[in-house]
């Protein structure tokens, strides 16, 4: 069992589109929804500063650490590669 949590912008025919894990793809799916405006729903996104302080502190030994350029060396390179392995919406 997955349990998603989002906040999804309509389309303009009033449909919304869950992203479905994909292990579960291919298959039926049982879901329970229940629709509020975002607003009431988790009221203002922000973070506590205690939260902003860690993701700084985190971020800045990721980048003395030489960030992940041995992991990704050419980010353009490996993003087009990404890219390749679904069909984008709307094209064959």
């Known amino acids: 069992m997955?349990?998603?949590?989002?906040?999804?912008?309509?389309?303009?025919d009033g449909t919304l589109h869950v992203p479905v894990p994909d292990e579960l793809r291919g298959r039926k799916v049982a879901i329970t929804a229940t629709l509020r405006a975002a607003e009431e729903a988790i009221g203002p996104l922000k973070a506590s500063?205690?939260?902003?302080?860690?993701?700084?502190?985190?971020?800045?030994?990721?980048?003395d650490l030489g960030g992940?350029?041995?992991?990704?060396?050419?980010?353009?390179?490996w993003q087009r590669?990404?890219?390749?392995?679904?069909?984008?919406?709307?094209r064959d």
Request: charged share 30%.
């Open 68 to 77: 992940l350029s041995d992991v990704i060396p050419d980010p353009a390179a």
């Open 81 to 90: 590669e990404m890219r390749e392995d679904r069909p984008l919406p709307g």
């Open 2 to 12: 997955n349990t998603i949590s989002a906040i999804l912008d309509p389309s303009p």
């Open 49 to 63: 500063p205690e939260a902003v302080a860690l993701r700084k502190q985190l971020l800045q030994e990721l980048r």
